[in-house]
């Protein structure tokens, strides 16, 4: 599992123009389910992002978590990220976990980012999707579970 985790000031996502999941402050997330990815390492993700210290606090120093400025999250199925750069130069993408499985965990994992209590917007899960967003610092990790 691989997700790429973006601090916005606001973010979008949009299929066919017209916009399905909107956030202001907050968390963008491109999230890759990988064959081989279990409920335990998706659970491990959300731990992970729910407990990081990356927004500012008084004195501007990373030290605040998403639930303590009230951030929201967009979260964007991103299968790409299961490629790894290797090889040649077409990406291959025979690491990602088959698409009715993925859509499976990526519908679990928002479910149980808003059972913790936040603010989730999606993508649409095998859609082409357009997203904009304002990064915030830019702040950006990249995670792997």
């Known amino acids: 599992m691989k997700i790429v985790v973006q601090r916005v000031q606001e973010a979008s996502v949009s299929v066919d123009s017209e916009i399905v999941g909107q956030i202001g402050s907050g968390l963008l997330l491109l999230v890759c389910f990988e064959q081989g990815d279990t409920e335990d390492s998706l659970h491990k993700a959300i731990d992970k992002i729910s407990k990081l210290r990356i927004f500012d606090d008084a004195e501007g120093r990373m030290n605040l978590d998403i639930q303590a ?17 290797t090889g040649g130069h077409r990406p291959s993408f025979e690491k990602s976990m088959a698409p009715q499985e993925a859509r499976l965990k990526y519908a679990l994992f928002n479910r149980e980012l808003r059972n913790r209590g936040f603010t989730v917007k999606e993508g649409t899960f095998g859609a082409f999707m357009k997203v904009s967003l304002v990064n915030d610092g830019p702040v950006t990790f990249i995670l792997q579970f």
Do not use: M, P, R
């Open 69 to 85: 400025v009230k951030g929201e999250i967009l979260s964007v199925s991103q299968f790409t990220l299961s490629w790894d750069g």
